[in-house]
Nanobody, 117 residues
Framework: QVQLVESGGGLVQPGGSLRLSCVAS????????MGWYRQAPGKQRELVAT???????NYADSVKGRFTISRENAKNTVYLQMNSLKPEDTAVYYC???????????WGQGTQVTVSS
């Protein structure tokens, strides 16, 4: 079983920055694609960004140029650097990871990001 633990959320003013981190832990599991999703009140969960083991990235159009996803494979850790934050970025951000070699998809508990003046 894999556990994902996120950190780094909080309250920030518009135009500010935050960095989210997520550590995957578990025995006997090789982590594949990692990513971040978010869910705002009354809305469906949506993709923010994903990154492969080799570093290939994919971003939602709404965050391109403002957010950067990265990872440290040796630490099973994924990061999301969020710059130029907007009120519409307010949401619970969830870390996601899949098993590299077997079926398996895992979610973190979520971390709240609030962008407000």
């Amino acid at each position: 079983q894999v556990q994902l633990v996120e950190s780094g959320g909080g309250l920030v003013q518009p135009g500010g920055s935050l960095r989210l981190s997520c550590v995957a832990s578990g025995t006997g599991v090789s982590i594949g694609v990692m990513g971040w999703y978010r869910q705002a009140p009354g809305k469906q969960r949506e993709l923010v960004a994903t990154i492969s083991v080799g570093g290939m990235t994919n971003y939602a159009d709404s965050v391109k140029g403002r957010f950067t996803i990265s990872r440290e494979n040796a630490k099973n850790t994924v990061y999301l650097q969020m710059n130029s934050l907007k009120p519409e970025d307010t949401a619970v951000y969830y870390c996601n990871a899949n098993n590299r070699w077997k079926p398996g998809n895992y979610w973190g508990q979520g971390t709240q990001v609030t962008v407000s003046s």
